[in-house]
């Protein structure tokens, strides 16, 4: 109800209307969507979390735990916005939450009749069973009846901005103490306050609507300014709100205080709120909350509440508060009932000490004030005003045990479960906290740790000093996902990574697969075709005639100086010292526990030059790898490493009429096998172009690399492709090359390997050199575990039908001991039949035998072979 | 989040920075020379020193260089 006059905030000259669950109400500009509420006489606004209570306004500030809307329509709807922090604009749309069908008629009040059935703990007592009872029965039921606003399906569409400050002094909380600290700052000073703006002080930056919400390390301030929330929609422009990033010579907190509410029977009712917001509401936005008001405990607001015009009766306690959808009456100490629409809550404050606290700030227990207060610190912020503890000393009112007392508003929890949990044994607060959830909803506790930990103290005969508090973390409040991200969402945190020969892939209507951040080439389907088709066309184009693939995202590596050779020699597990110029060598890499880390090809380009590939996948990797090493451990080398993937582009050309298709734009270089031998390099021209030639195979068949200049990247594939028209080049993508690789067991890190394959797992200890005195990974191949027999080795399947990547292997149909795993699988455009290469303990001692892959229910026997499918001779290779 | 004092680029964001676990475990110069015990010593053990804790970090997103740092692992202070 509005009084005639008064309201510090509020314009009365001009009315704006908004709606709240489809009602239309006018309020005043400056009004809060509680204060507004409240002024049109509105006090039940949402249904409590587990019992489906009627509730309603408790506070007037970031404390509140009850009044939470949704506010805003469609995808810019927000769930779970405190009604005390909204400000007011013409034409706000709220609804309530957690009831259906309405807030007045909810079915969900039904389990407020059962709540005997809730309990503390009732978590772990009750929904017991199978797994699968947890996922289709208890979960669904549980996340449709306890809950808060559903979050929009929609892509938020506002965006969000993120700032960097720093300063001197960094003063949070806009109140007299904070505001007077700011005035005789030094230095930069900024003041983050949460309300509206206000005065601004000569000197010092001013923050308005901007909420500190986290502490961390080295006096680093995260907040959230909101910047539109308060415009309509219409008039919004720019972010919607602000992340602060603030790192500061110094801070002040200056975050104030919370009046705690009183513990009895009906605590929660509508109209039942703390005398401290009352007089707020009064004082700030002429609003009266009742006219028959009940005010308990400590009731030094009562005069100012009579001469709003209130009619006010004050009782040092309550032993209860009844009503349905809002207070009507109370049975006072003499156990007589009062009639009164407004039950006002005095009792004693707790200063806001989380900002102190998140960076590890003690706190200590003032029994005088019955309150936690900051522990000064030189490693801490200074604390000024009532978040130093200068708040009024107000003789804390006994809680009454009784049916509907509550402790926890938000989270529903009673003192009896308080009680219950203490009898069960529940007597650490931090114990307590978890199993009862109490301080656990969205607005830690600010409301209700005070009270259950006294509460805990009285049950042990302790005091809430030796209960102690949980441990305040942040957010203060809550923060939108929006704001923490930012602009870093889609390509601007995850960017993607094009070749110089994209264009032409999309030009040929490639399917795109992302490896990593590249978008590479997948398969290139015709008219009519499926993935299925394309890629065993593609493939068996590769084996018979030419095909040609988008290398470009390979990993390279530069690598000069002195000791470059040597260096190779200790990182990789084969020989490198005798390595020629112009000559290339497959080369396998471990981690110093023995495991293969990367494999690839490395040229000796010069003397004191070699080129490295890696995986596309893994490229940064390496380089820190071979930088951490050649930094910390081998100083004393003389190598330089550099990055350049993405300098240059690389085709691969590939198949029995490669040598063919080169030979018609190739100059400056002899292609035949004696001139050109597998694994050596040439450099030559294509179109005008320099380029490196490399004879590198991951087909098995005869293959040539072209590397060039990125900037000439789709030039140089436009002449080769174009070029192979008369031989009906193919263009093949990541699907058709995994298909000719596995076909000739070549492995594919991160595939066939996972952190725990060693080089002889995969068959590969012909490329280790046991002769080296070192390189990483040697001493760990000589572990006991790493030459046991039964150790899971990699071989080819042939399996009856087709078996998905990551089966199961066992030795019989029925087993459930497990073998081994399927790293890869598909069709075999040679053979066409599935294939598939495993990892299966004592693998090879198995080839020639037979293994069950087990999936879902299946189970499909599968011949165990060689992992080389194709060309075991090798005889391809030189075309 | 911390500010680490980079020797070659001063004081900085963690968010530049890698952390590379605890220091001072010199590769030994002849692995194969050691028994079983001791490279599994050098391989998977750290001391997990709550207090002063010499550890190494890298400039990932700035100079790229490794460097070591002492720092109380209970109050997250850097000492020189």
Not at chain 1, 778 to 805: F, N, Y
Not at chain 2, 49 to 64: D, V
Request: net charge neutral.
């Amino acid at each position: 109800m509005r009084v005639q006059a008064g309201g510090a905030r509020i314009d009365r000259n001009r009315t704006i209307t908004f709606t709240f669950d489809r009602q239309k109400l006018s309020a005043h500009p400056g009004d809060t969507l509680a204060s507004a509420l409240l002024a049109n006489g509105i006090h039940l606004v949402g249904r409590s979390f587990k019992y489906h209570r009627p509730r309603g306004i408790v506070s007037a500030g970031a404390e509140e735990p009850n009044a939470l809307v949704t506010v805003g329509e469609g995808a810019l709807a927000e769930p779970n916005s405190r009604a005390t922090m909204i400000e007011l604009y013409d034409g706000l749309v709220a609804r309530s939450q957690n009831a259906w069908p309405s807030v007045n008629f909810d079915l969900g009040a039904l389990t407020g009749a059962a709540s005997r059935f809730f309990p503390a703990g009732f978590y772990y007592k009750t929904f017991l069973g199978s797994a699968q009872r947890w996922t289709r029965l208890y979960e669904p039921f549980i996340r449709r009846m306890a809950g808060l606003g559903p979050a929009p399906t929609a892509p938020d569409p506002d965006h969000y901005d993120k700032m960097h400050a720093h300063c001197e002094t960094l003063v949070i909380g806009g109140g007299v103490a904070g505001r007077a600290a700011a005035a005789v700052a030094s230095g930069r000073v900024i003041l983050l306050d949460e309300g509206s703006p206000q005065d601004t002080i000569k000197g010092v930056s001013l923050l308005s609507r901007t909420t500190a919400f986290g502490r961390y390390d080295d006096n680093l301030v995260m907040a959230v300014e909101r910047v539109t929330d308060h415009l309509p929609p219409a008039q919004r422009s720019g972010p919607r709100q602000r992340l602060w990033q603030i790192r500061a010579g110094k801070i002040i907190l200056a975050t104030g205080a919370h009046q705690q509410p009183l513990v009895f029977p009906g605590n929660d009712l509508p109209g039942v709120m703390l005398a401290s917001a009352a007089l707020t509401y009064l004082r700030d936005f002429g609003v009266l909350v009742g006219r028959r008001i009940i005010l308990v405990g400590d009731d030094s607001g009562a005069d100012k509440l009579r001469a709003g015009g209130a009619e006010v009766t004050c009782f040092p306690a309550i032993s209860a508060a009844h009503g349905r959808k809002r207070v009507s009456s109370v049975t006072a100490p003499d156990c007589r009932r009062h009639v009164c629409d407004a039950v006002l809550m005095g009792g004693h404050w707790q200063p806001a000490i989380h900002l102190h606290s998140h960076v590890g700030g003690k706190s200590v227990f003032d029994a005088d004030k019955h309150c936690f207060v900051p522990v000064a610190d030189s490693a801490q912020p200074f604390s000024v005003g009532a978040c130093a503890g200068e708040v009024p000393a107000v003789t804390p009112v006994p809680p009454v045990v009784g049916p509907k007392a509550f402790i926890d508003l938000q989270n529903d929890v009673t003192i009896a479960d308080i009680d219950l949990a203490t009898r069960e044994g529940f007597v650490s607060v931090e114990h307590l906290k978890r199993y009862t959830t109490t301080g656990m909803a969205t607005d830690q506790g600010k409301l209700s740790n005070l009270n259950a930990l006294s509460r805990l103290a009285d049950n042990l005969a302790s005091t809430p000093g030796a209960v102690g508090t949980t441990t305040f973390r942040p957010p203060y409040t809550p923060v939108t996902f929006g704001a923490l991200a930012g602009h870093d969402r889609d390509l601007l945190i995850d960017p993607a990574r094009h070749t110089p020969v994209h264009d032409w892939h999309v030009a040929n209507d490639a399917k795109f697969e992302d490896v990593g951040q590249w978008k590479r080439p997948w398969f290139y389907p015709r008219a009519g075709e499926d993935m299925h088709r394309a890629v065993q066309r593609e493939c068996k184009a590769v084996r018979n005639g030419v095909g040609m693939l988008d290398a470009s995202t390979l990993g390279k590596i530069d690598i000069q100086g002195p000791d470059a050779a040597a260096f190779l020699n200790l990182v990789y597990t084969n020989a490198w010292l005798k390595l020629d110029i112009g000559r290339a060598r497959y080369g396998v890499m471990c981690q110093e526990d023995g495991m293969v880390f990367d494999d690839g090809v490395t040229v000796r380009v010069g003397e004191q030059k070699f080129i490295m590939f890696t995986t596309t996948g893994n490229a940064a990797r390496v380089l820190d790898h071979l930088e951490d090493y050649l930094q910390t451990e081998w100083p004393h080398l003389k190598v330089w490493l550099t990055s350049v993937t993405e300098h240059w582009a690389a085709a691969v050309v590939t198949g029995p009429q490669a040598r063919a298709l080169l030979s018609k734009v190739v100059s400056g270089t002899d292609l035949s096998n004696q001139a050109f031998p597998h694994l050596a390099m040439r450099e030559a021209r294509i179109a005008g172009h320099a380029v490196r030639l490399y004879r590198i195979s991951f087909t098995g068949e005869l293959s040539y690399e072209v590397h060039c200049d990125a900037r000439f990247g789709a030039a140089v594939w436009e002449a080769l492709f174009s070029a192979g028209a008369p031989f009906g080049v193919t263009p093949y993508g990541t699907e058709s090359m995994h298909v000719l690789r596995a076909e000739k067991g070549y492995i594919i890190i991160g595939q066939e390997t996972d952190g725990t394959v060693t080089p002889d797992d995969l068959g590969l200890s012909w490329a280790i050199a046991k002769s080296k005195p070192d390189f990483i990974g040697k001493r760990s191949l000589a572990r006991p575990d790493m030459l046991r027999a039964d150790r899971k080795q990699l071989v080819g399947l042939l399996p009856v039908s087709p078996i998905p990547e990551g089966a199961q292997i066992t030795a019989h149909a029925g087993d459930t001991a497990m073998l081994g795993h399927v790293t890869s699988s598909y069709h075999s455009p040679t053979r066409n039949c599935p294939f598939a290469l495993g990892l299966v303990a004592s693998g090879r001692t198995r080839i020639g035998t037979t293994v069950h892959a087990r999936f879902g229910d299946h189970s499909v026997t599968c011949a165990v072979i060689d992992a080389v499918l194709y060309d075991p001779e090798g005889v391809r290779i030189d075309g | 989040m911390l500010l680490i004092p980079c020797p070659h680029c001063g004081l900085r964001d963690q968010i530049e920075f890698r952390s590379g676990g605890e220091s001072d475990r010199a590769r030994p110069a002849d692995p194969s020379g050691l028994n079983e015990a001791d490279w599994a010593e050098y391989l998977f053990l750290r001391r997990n020193e709550k207090g002063l804790h010499r550890e190494r970090w890298n400039h990932a997103s700035g100079c790229g260089k490794w460097f070591t740092l002492t720092r109380d692992t209970r109050t997250h202070r850097f000492v020189s």
